[in-house]
């Protein structure tokens, strides 16, 4: 087990620039998610970490000490792939066990390990099968075996989830996190699943362009947004961000009518989350374009004037009607800076 510590680390191809000075200390034991748009940067930060790729600036240090050198095997890490990447020609035993095998382990203790590992995930029936005759549920399970059997200081999964059907991915999650807490093992784990990232997290880790925007719990992050970026890629559907001006403690909406009891002078954003919007009394006024039922939940689309939308998330039975005109209460508002984009305290 072990703690891993990133020091302004960069990656570079040629001119292309990957990763651009990344920071960041995880305590050993510690449930890392890194989430981001496709392109930001994060599977080559966990190949960096994995020794897959060379570190072009920077330090990487896992269990206090500097692995920048260090080849793969000896980094202990261990890495589950979206697409699982299992030897087909192995059967199910073979492939967990194999990176034991290839350390010349005794073959009792192999043998005993993957027993071990293949109880802990149900995969005991499975053990003599070839991976062509399983599911992908299956598959995806042999695979997070044959990362555990291991027993690596640190996991790498880059968005091993993907690939499954929504109910397997839920049942997964939870698999997962049940896992992490009768192993303990430090884990980064990347992800554009938004659910899975807020319920797997102890901290999530925001990249965009091979920068980090903000890490904190998923908490602090839906709460506190450090800037515009993590406030609309945190939290479905998005925040809304709306241009506005303050003055003498009161904020108007840019082209809109009424008034937000909220500090701040001169030109801001402002950024309101469906969940945050109470409707049928307040400031606001929004003309009810689309409403989307969820179940237990409606979406209400609303077109509050030219190029001012936002969504309002309200509780079922709603009985609102499209066309309607209704009135509006953000209870939260998070105010942004006009120009940088980033939260005004
Ligand atoms: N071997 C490579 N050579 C050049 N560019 C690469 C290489 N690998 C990745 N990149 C570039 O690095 C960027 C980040 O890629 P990646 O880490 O895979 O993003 P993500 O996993 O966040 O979708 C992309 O723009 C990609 O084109
Ligand atoms: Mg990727």
């Not at 027993?151 to 999650?173: G, I, K, T, Y």
């Amino acid at each position: 087990m072990a703690g891993v510590t990133l020091n302004g680390l960069y990656k570079r191809y040629g001119s292309t620039s990957v990763l651009e000075g990344i920071d960041l200390d995880v305590e050993d034991g510690e449930y890392i998610v890194l989430v981001g748009p496709s392109g930001c940067g994060k599977s080559t930060l966990l190949r960096c970490i994995a020794g897959l790729e060379e570190i072009t600036a920077g330090t990487l240090e896992i269990g206090g000490r500097r692995v920048n050198d260090l080849s793969p095997r000896a980094r202990n890490v261990a890495m589950v792939f979206q697409s699982y990447a299992l030897y087909p020609h192995m059967t199910v035993r073979r492939n967990m066990g194999f990176a034991l095998e290839v350390a010349r382990r005794p073959k009792a203790e192999i043998r005993e390990a993957v027993e071990d590992v293949a109880a802990m995930l149900d995969l005991v029936p499975l053990l003599d099968r070839l991976p062509g005759q399983l599911s992908g549920g299956q598959r995806q399970r042999v695979a997070m075996g044959r990362a555990i059997v291991r027993r690596p200081d640190v996991f790498l999964f880059d968005e091993p989830l993907s690939n499954l059907d929504a109910s397997l991915r839920h049942h997964m999650r939870v698999e997962l996190k049940h896992l992490h807490r009768r192993l303990q093992t430090t884990v980064f784990h990347v992800t554009h699943d938004q659910v899975e990232a807020l319920t797997l997290a102890d901290r999530i880790v925001v990249l965009h362009q091979g920068v980090v925007q903000q890490v904190g719990t998923p908490r602090e992050l839906f709460d506190r947004p450090a800037n515009t970026f993590v406030g609309t890629f945190i939290g479905s559907p998005s925040m809304a961000l709306l241009p506005a001006v303050g003055a003498g403690g009161t904020v108007r909406i840019d082209g809109l009518e009424g008034e937000l009891e909220l500090p701040g002078e001169g030109a801001m954003t402002l950024g309101l989350r469906p969940t945050d919007i109470e409707v049928g009394r307040g400031p606001l006024r929004g003309q009810i374009e689309v409403i989307e039922s969820l179940g237990a939940e409606a979406l209400l689309h609303l077109d509050l004037g030219p190029d001012r939308k936002l969504v309002a998330q309200v509780p079922e039975p709603c009985q609102a009607q499209p066309g309607e005109v209704v009135s509006l209460l953000p209870r939260v508002v998070h105010r942004f800076h006009a120009e940088t984009g980033e939260r005004l305290p």
